[in-house]
T-cell receptor, first 117, second 116 residues
Framework: AQKVTQAQTEISVVEKEDVTLDCVYETRDTTYYLFWYKQPPSGELVFLIRRNSFDEQNEISGRYSWNFQKSTSSFNFTITASQVVDSAVYFCALSEPDNNAGNMLTFGGGTRLMVKP | EAEVAQSPRYKITEKSQAVAFWCDPISGHATLYWYRQILGQGPELLVQFQDESVVDDSQLPKDRFSAERLKGVDSTLKIQPAELGDSAMYLC??????????????FGPGTRLLVL
């Protein structure tokens, strides 16, 4: 069964600090997809990135970067020079191909990031 | 930018009452999902539709929950009767197609339900 673990339940940093959010996953499949979502206080989940299991290249988007390592089953997310607007709960999620279950996302428990001015 | 719409945003009800939530997916998205998110936890899938057909409702408590997507566009999730433990955020999401795990799901703002 698939499982996603975000061991850090809450992180507090001061603005401009770099911060890394950890995500460890478990799956029996060789093909799978990993996602990160941001949930601000307003409640909606905002899609940040999707990565497939065959693409281990790290990705950078502005202040955001992602490090995917299959050897350790991790998909970590780093925010460089954090800002107050980055304060939110961040979720890592996993999806496996399953003809019976369609497109089910399994979410981790989330990491609450608080960025203080 | 196209968005998933949900209403109401907030709902307070008493236990044993019936409640209903509505979702309108992004135009052209064939697949629709309902998730429940208990405070402090990640969302959990309740049901997913491909057009008007249910693909997976294995996690839907069918004794009190029902979901429909009659015309394959918008959807309604109903709880009858509501219980205290149903207090949670109910999130709707949509994706272009069902896919095999690769489809990105886009979420609406959610409905916060409080059962008293």
């Amino acid at each position: 069964a698939q499982k996603v673990t975000q061991a850090q339940t809450e992180i507090s940093v001061v603005e401009k600090e770099d911060v890394t959010l950890d995500c460890v996953y478990e799956t029996r499949d060789t093909t799978y997809y990993l996602f990160w979502y941001k949930q601000p206080p307003s409640g909606e989940l905002v899609f940040l990135i999707r990565r497939n299991s065959f693409d281990e290249q790290n990705e950078i988007s502005g202040r955001y970067s992602w490090n995917f390592q299959k050897s350790t089953s991790s998909f970590n997310f780093t925010i460089t020079a954090s800002q107050v607007v980055d304060s939110a709960v961040y979720f890592c999620a996993l999806s496996e191909p399953d003809n019976n279950a369609g497109n089910m996302l399994t979410f981790g428990g989330g990491t609450r990031l608080m960025v203080k001015p | 930018e196209a968005e998933v719409a949900q209403s109401p945003r907030y709902k307070i009800t008493e236990k044993s009452q019936a409640v209903a939530f509505w979702c309108d997916p992004i135009s052209g998205h064939a697949t629709l999902y309902w998730y429940r998110q208990i405070l402090g936890q990640g969302p959990e899938l309740l049901v997913q539709f491909q057009d008007e057909s249910v693909v997976d409702d294995s996690q839907l408590p069918k004794d009190r929950f029902s979901a429909e997507r009659l015309k394959g566009v918008d959807s309604t999730l109903k709880i009858q009767p509501a219980e205290l433990g149903d207090s949670a955020m109910y999130l709707c999401a949509s994706s272009l197609s069902l896919g095999l795990g690769e489809e990105t799901q886009y979420f609406g703002p959610g409905t916060r339900l409080l059962v008293l």
